[in-house]
């Protein structure tokens, strides 16, 4: 009985403790135990089983009881997630109840919390774009914030370990400011799609028009059947859940290949409250834990943690991580956790209608666009601003929702829907926002959620840069679908507020000095050398590409760097 | 810890205080009631799948009333519509049949097609917004009704495939979403 208290501390004890199951959790729990840990995946949200536990993947439009609407309670009790169409009918037992998501805006912020195990990677948009270093030299090439302690060619061999694991889908371009990868099969454009691309070249020389990348598998390879993944069937229901596990998420990839190595413990229901910190050592010692049901407090200890929360949590838990050393929070020594707060700006561009085409139709639902690399700020291409934008879009023919004649109903009405409509096409861009140090987070002491946690206040805003880079996504995507003969072309812009991308960003910035920044090139917290954080938060810029397949090479390479470190003996 | 009710009053600080007593008890897990809903009366269900029935009618494929779309609308008003919204459609909805039995002495129901049809009209351009909405339900719940989406349209539960550009074949009808 005397080592009772040893033998109990063991069995809470783990190499390597990981917080959060999404994109970046998952792969952290995947690298690592491949390597030999024992690794312990802390998750706050409820267990999601792959494909048993995506209740809706398989139903028919006439199994919905809503066609994806949402009802007046839920959205009288889901006041902020209900502001945007990501909480829907069919997804809506993946996000957390906005009761239980507790926050405060200063300025409008659109936080999207998922209560699952997987996170976001079952919801994710999955397209998957490499930086560049047009990115990486950004911020030292225009003075602003801190520089990236890292280059394209120290992440590039990563981004090919994760892209031939994950299976993404796409096109080689050879462009210097979207670097190629390792992909499976383009998918096909539509008609009007290759019709535009072809203008699109003509009148623009440099500007190209290519397929998403994306994260379905078009072919599943050898690294994906492996796990018991599937092909892409193209019906178009990613963010209910893929039976199929065709596109990547925690469920269909990393936490198999993490579960087969027979040395990863998952918990669901899982709270991070604090990450534990020895002042002697200088070293995280491990994390408390509150169930999530339960209420129950319990600690885990381990040699290396992985802070995986996404950028919003996994910077509030080290702010509520504090200690003698660390009064402000975890690694605050810089002042900039919670400072730099991102996201991508979107929802502007526009949109026409193309003549003819009409015996030109499609097979399949195509759960994917095109994509129009960024041009803007690159060679000789100046701006009245900084960094540029990408473009999202696509071609389709109508649908019956479309729009018919105001008076119209009965045999002409359901016959004109029982045919396709015109084809349209539609650009929208997604814009580099710049890290700005009162763009922040930070937390509210006095209010605390129902795990004891403070709630986060936002204050965050897009400004001057963006709100000119805007009138370019609008405008370009007007004269470029113009020139390629669409006609009624239309720019909208519907605003854009921070968190609507779900890209949240810049928290607990990476850099090369401990004075500007929390986290040093391997993603380690400078002054707390066996933490790692790879989600959104230790981004330095945004780039204008989506996000996820950097947190997952980010992570990989991580990983690598914290066990070469565990073997010398330096954590 | 705190508990639930600390939370909520917590919550309702965050929301400026503008937290309703049915989302309080809703949030404490009581049975809750969004304000009374219309209570549909038989009659009412009769009149709505002949009105809808005539906004989507049966052709060479079965319509509206064979699909059931009726059960559609009255579920998403009473579920997704507030209390308002629902009123003003069932208003609307008894305006056309006063309009059925001040010109023609019968009920909606019992009208041919073609006046039917007359009433139908007449409520577009007199009742733009019960119109519209009634018409919006009517396509939505037909279109993803079993009925709708593979006898009006082509529906494929697992397509398989993507090809982005195939000849579109006389008499083909449009995919069903």
């Given amino acids: 009985m005397a080592n009772f208290n040893i033998d109990a501390k063991k069995e809470l004890t783990y190499d390597a403790i990981v917080i959060g199951s999404g994109v970046s959790g998952g792969w952290a729990a995947k690298e690592l135990t491949e390597k030999g840990l024992r690794v312990l995946m802390l998750e706050r949200g409820k267990q999601l089983e792959h494909i048993t536990g995506y209740e809706n993947a398989l139903k ?28 829907n009918e069919m997804t809506e037992k993946y996000w957390m109840n906005d009761s239980d998501s507790l926050y405060r805006e200063k300025k409008r912020f659109d936080w999207f919390r998922p209560n699952i195990v997987g996170g976001k990677s079952i919801m994710w948009g999955r397209q998957s774009y490499r930086l560049s270093d047009i990115d990486f030299e950004a911020n030292l090439r225009d003075g602003i914030a801190v520089d990236w302690p890292i280059r394209y060619a120290d992440i590039a061999p990563w981004y090919s370990h994760a892209e031939k694991f994950a299976g993404i889908s796409g096109e080689k371009l050879g462009l210097p400011q979207l670097p190629d990868g390792e992909f499976l099969p383009p998918m096909d454009m539509y008609y009007l799609e290759k019709e535009v691309r072809k203008r699109l070249e003509k009148s623009f020389p440099g500007r190209v028009m290519t397929i998403g990348r994306v994260a379905n598998l078009s072919k599943a390879a050898e690294e994906q059947l492996g796990v018991g993944r599937g092909p892409c069937q193209f019906r178009n229901r990613c963010s209910w859940g893929c039976p199929f596990g065709a596109y990547f998420s925690t469920q269909s990839s990393t936490l198999p290949a993490a579960a087969k190595t027979g040395r990863l413990t998952l918990r ?7 990450i534990t910190f020895d002042n002697d050592t200088q070293r995280a010692t491990g994390v408390r834990v509150r169930d999530a049901v339960t209420m129950q407090d319990r600690e885990y200890f381990a040699k290396i943690i992985f802070v995986c929360a996404s950028a919003i949590s996994s910077t509030a838990l080290l702010m509520h991580s504090t200690s003698d050393r660390f009064p402000n929070g975890m690694g605050n020594d810089s002042d900039q956790l919670g400072r730099n707060l991102m996201d991508h700006h979107f929802r502007t561009g526009a949109s026409g209608r193309w003549e003819g085409g009409h015996d030109h139709y499609y097979y399949g639902r195509r759960a994917n666009g095109i994509y129009i690399p960024r041009y803007r700020n690159i060679g000789d291409d100046k701006r009245d601003y900084l960094r540029g934008f990408g473009y999202q879009g696509g071609a389709s023919r109508g649908n019956w929702q479309r729009s018919v004649a105001e008076l119209s109903f009965g045999a002409d009405l359901k016959d004109e829907l029982t045919q396709p409509g015109e084809w349209t096409m539609g650009l929208g861009g997604f814009g580099e926002t710049l890290p700005y140090s009162d763009n922040r987070m930070w937390l509210d002491k006095e209010t605390k959620d129902k795990w004891g946690m403070p709630v986060v206040v936002f204050d965050a805003e897009i400004r001057d840069n963006e709100k000119k880079m805007r009138l370019d996504m609008a405008n370009d995507a007007k004269e470029m679908l113009e020139a390629a003969g669409l006609k009624d072309v239309k720019t909208y812009d519907k605003g854009s507020f921070p968190g609507m991308a779900i890209h949240e960003m810049g928290t607990a910035r990476m850099g090369r000095d401990p004075k500007t920044s929390v986290l040093n090139g391997h993603n380690q917290i400078h002054a707390v050398k066996n933490v790692f954080m790879t989600d959104g938060a230790c981004m330095v810029s945004t780039s204008c590409v989506n996000p996820s397949l950097t947190y997952m090479a980010l992570t990989a390479r991580a990983a690598d760097f914290a066990v070469e470190e565990l073997k010398k003996h330096n954590l | 810890m705190i508990s639930r009710r600390d939370a909520l009053q917590r919550l309702t600080l965050l929301l400026g205080g503008a937290l309703s007593a049915q989302l309080t008890a809703g949030v404490l897990g009581q049975v809750i009631n969004l304000g009374p809903s219309v209570l549909v009366s038989a009659a009412q269900q009769k009149l709505l799948t002949e009105v809808a029935d005539t ?35 069932y208003d609307g909805l008894s305006k ?3 309009d059925s039995h001040r010109l023609h002495n019968q009920s909606f129901a019992d009208l041919d097609a073609a006046r039917r049809h007359e009433i139908v009209k007449q409520t577009a351009i007199s009742n733009k917004a019960f119109f519209h909405n009634l018409r919006t339900l009517t396509v939505t719940g037909y279109f993803c009704s ?32």
Wanted: aromatic content about 10%; proline content about 10%.
């Fill in chain 2, 146 to 177: 079993e009925i709708g989406a593979t006898k009006a349209l082509e529906y494929l539960p697992i397509p398989g495939r993507f090809e982005g550009d195939v000849p579109f074949k006389p008499g083909q009808k449009a995919w069903a979403l």
């Fill in chain 1, 60 to 87: 028919a439009p006439w199994e919905l009881k809503y066609d994806g609407r949402l009802t007046t309670q839920q959205i009288e009790s889901h006041p902020k997630l209900s502001r945007d169409y990501p909480y």
């Fill in chain 1, 268 to 274: 669901p229901d899982s709270v991070v409250t604090e």
């Fill in chain 2, 55 to 89: 906004i989507i009618p049966t052709t060479d494929t079965p319509g509206s009333k064979a699909a059931g779309a009726e059960q559609f609308i009255i579920r998403v008003l009473r579920d997704c519509y507030v209390l308002e919204d629902q009123e003003a459609f």
């Fill in chain 2, 96 to 98: 056309l049949e006063d």
